[in-house]
């Protein structure tokens, strides 16, 4: 499974966060605080602390909370402690108690969020309550949810929370919530006025960002004209917030709704001083039914933000029409010539081959043959073969099929460079042609580019899946022998949309034994999967085989799987899973425990465009931030590259195999906290609930549809300019704990 923000060891800290004093505790838990890999045992090798803590006995406090760490690592809900825990005197360990609840997800524990929730003393508390409940997405929660929100007491954080969990919910229970015209009336009356007096880091301001992002998730035309008129809030943040939910999701018939009114204001968002707002604004034009100002677009073209410039392009290419050529092929002549010129360790995403490969994806889009001459000097650069940007080589196919095979021997893809063939054979999938579907089948035989590297084939795999050939089935049943985990995981996921066979059923059960011995689970999930699908008496034998696997997600899997096919095993398929078994000592998690107040330790990045800072939250991800720090102190980071970079969304690095597949050889779980996804934030990556290993990725702009779905774990305190300079390729020379 592929590490995406879209789908997705040991440590040490510098003694300055232990544990200072007890009254240091007493002090916190008093006032409260404001708001893929295989699983395998982490290394064993913790890093010793260079000075050690200055108390010999951590307090009784500290204790609880290393022990809730310890709880959320194994997925392990034990109700019985846990409601002691959640009694606890001090408002700082019922925060805590909660979000760890949360983290788990286990149905068990609902009930007592809910009550914490509703009865507690400390707002705070209650706040937390409800992020948790949100977190655990079940929808017996949402009647005490509504009738909280609806409490003339609460405060208005706790009701910007309940209304964040509101939003999960609905959109997580789709079957179950039929009718959301009550939860948008209730989120919509959560709103402030457009002309309110929000301040700055106020918890009016951020009840109004959280009401908002929860409404993102409810796909319904009713919150569409309140949500639009906070595009004139004081507020820079709420307008943000608004201009981004619109651009994501607003309905195909905007215009049957009767909401065409807020075109006005759409408009007069393009012309906003906030970079972040003019980009959404210019999404926002895609949807369908709104008059396009093509006008006001094309003057985005030229706007000093590159991020503005990729939205313009995106919304002009989406919109299928050809009269926008001219203005986009303009733009990319202009921005080659000065690429072209610029010396490749200088090249940035601004002005560089982020936005010109955007620009080649609206031309393919728009099917521009006048493209033809920018995209086939484009093609060649920076490498001189092609390939190399599976954007121009789909550009090219979509096209023009003549034009796409027009290149000397000299520039052919190499096997040596299986970025290239992988590119390459990206664009082939988007071509009719059997002469190009005859090249995808000598490459997935090992009949052309021999000695292919296997981190190409599943792009391979996944362009031949596209044509659907005859010998398909029989291609992907042989790469489940391949020895590259990855191979394996893709055969096995794309044999799930071929026609079933009692040939691939045994060698997809054969496969899963084999893959017992993998260091990496992604085989082995993707096998179980498809598996699943076939519906007969040995799926079960072979999913039931699955518990006794040593990792936790397999398990996981299978019980899910199993409760699907049999829904009236639940409890018993749920029993089997049991805890993730973590072979840590209760001392590492005492050793990761901080305080809060305590100055965080931060991490410079060195990369071959420039330096930026990261500041890392251990109290909010304790077992991520421990990981990211042991892999730095080891120079893990060092050398490896930015697999993936999406101008105006993030940047993202940390793969050891650099397809985006990789990682450090274990999996941590997710730590899903409060942070929102601003400008700057630095979450893990995924492939499913907790699959974070080593790669990390730092946003562009903020990306409230990703709150509460990826860990938050640091954020960029300097450098976003290096950050907003980096382009795919370019690598990490080094990262620094600053102690």
């Not at 208005?156 to 179950?176: D, F, S, Y």
């Not at 299978?558 to 096919?565: E, P, S």
Request: glycine content about 8%; overall charge neutral; charged content about 25%.
């Amino acid at each position: 499974m592929r590490q995406s923000v879209f789908r997705f060891s040991g440590f040490h800290l510098p003694s300055g966060i232990f544990l200072q004093s007890a009254s240091a505790v007493l002090l916190w838990l008093s006032i409260g605080t404001a708001p893929l890999r295989a699983q395998t045992p982490l290394p064993p090798d913790l890093h010793q602390p260079k000075t050690p803590p200055v108390l010999n006995r951590l307090s009784s406090a500290q204790r609880i909370t290393a022990r809730l760490v310890q709880l959320e690592d194994q997925r392990n809900y034990n109700d019985e402690e846990f409601a002691k825990y959640f009694r606890f005197g001090h408002a700082g360990i019922r925060r805590r108690v909660a979000l760890a609840v949360g983290r788990i997800g286990d149905p068990r524990g609902l009930g007592r969020l809910l009550d914490l929730m509703q009865d507690d003393g400390n707002p705070t508390v209650r706040a937390m309550a409800a992020f948790a409940v949100g977190e655990m997405e079940h929808a017996d929660a949402l009647e005490r949810l509504v009738e909280s929100s609806k409490n003339p007491r609460e405060t208005v954080l706790v009701r910007g929370r309940i209304a964040e969990a509101l939003g999960k919910i609905v959109r997580a229970n789709p079957k179950k919530v039929t009718n959301t015209d009550d939860f948008v009336k209730l989120l919509n009356a959560n709103l402030p006025e457009p002309k309110a007096n929000l301040k700055a880091g106020s918890d009016e301001e951020l009840a109004a960002r959280l009401t908002i992002t929860a409404l993102l998730r409810i796909p319904a035309a009713q919150w569409i004209p309140p949500v639009a008129g906070l595009l004139k809030s004081s507020s820079p943040e709420v307008r943000r917030t608004a201009a981004i939910a619109l651009a994501r999701v607003v309905p195909a018939k905007f215009e049957a709704a009767g909401q065409t009114a807020a075109v006005s204001l759409f408009t007069e968002a393009l012309k906003d001083s906030d970079p972040v707002v003019r980009s959404a604004a210019a999404r926002i034009f895609a949807a369908k039914g709104i008059d396009l100002p093509t006008t006001e677009l094309n003057k985005l073209l030229g706007d000093s933000e590159s991020r503005v410039v990729v939205s313009a392009v995106r919304t002009l290419g989406g919109r299928g029409d050809s009269r926008v050529v001219t203005s986009l092929l303009a733009v990319a002549d202009e921005r080659l010539k000065v690429f072209a010129k610029i010396p490749a360790a200088e090249r940035a995403q601004g002005d560089g081959l982020p936005v010109l490969l955007e620009l080649a994806t609206a031309l393919g889009t728009l099917k521009a043959k006048e493209a033809l001459p920018f995209l086939n000097q484009l093609r060649r650069l920076p490498t001189g073969r092609v390939g190399i940007n599976p954007e121009v080589e789909v550009a090219l196919a979509q096209i023009d099929a003549k034009s796409f095979f027009e290149f000397t021997p000299a520039e052919e893809p190499s096997a040596k460079d299986w970025q290239h063939v992988a590119g390459f054979c990206t664009g082939l999938g988007e071509l009719a042609s059997a002469e190009a579907l005859q090249i995808l089948i000598e490459i997935a035989e090992g009949k052309r580019f021999v000695g292919l590297d296997p981190r190409a084939m599943p792009d391979v795999l996944r362009a031949l899946a596209k044509r659907k050939p005859e010998q398909l089935a029989d291609i992907l049943r042989a790469q489940l022998k391949a020895e590259d985990v990855l191979v394996r995981a893709t055969a096995a996921e794309l044999l799930a949309d071929t026609p079933p066979s009692d040939d691939t059923f045994r060698l997809l059960s054969m496969a899963f034994t084999a893959a017992e011995k993998d260091g990496m689970n992604d085989a082995k999930l993707a096998i179980l999967a498809t598996l699943a699908k076939y519906n007969r008496t040995e799926t079960a034998t072979v999913l039931g085989s699955a518990f006794r696997d040593n990792d936790y997600l397999v398990r996981r899997q299978a019980a899910d799987l199993l409760k699907t096919l049999n829904p009236e095993k639940t409890t018993a398929y749920e029993t089997r899973v049991g805890i993730n078994r973590v072979e840590r000592d209760f001392k590492v998690y005492q050793k990761i425990t901080t305080v809060p107040g305590t100055l965080n330790p931060q991490a410079l990045v060195e990369t071959t465009k420039g330096e930026f800072v990261i500041e890392l939250f251990p109290e909010d991800a304790p077992l991520t931030v421990e990981s990211f720090v042991t892999l730095a102190e080891r120079n893990f980071f060092n050398g490896l590259t930015f697999h993936r970079v999406v101008p105006n969304f993030v940047i993202q690095g940390g793969d050891p195999r650099g397809d985006g597949n990789g990682g450090p050889g274990y999996q941590i779980r997710c730590e899903i906290n409060q942070h929102l996804y601003q400008r700057g934030a630095v979450g893990m990556a995924l492939s499913g609930k907790d699959t974070g290993g080593s790669q990390f990725f730092v946003c562009h702009s903020p990306q409230p549809h990703l709150d509460g779905g990826y860990t938050v774990f640091g954020n960029v305190v300097k450098g976003m300019e290096v950050v907003d300079r980096i382009t795919r390729g370019d690598r990490i020379l080094q990262v620094t704990i600053i102690q």
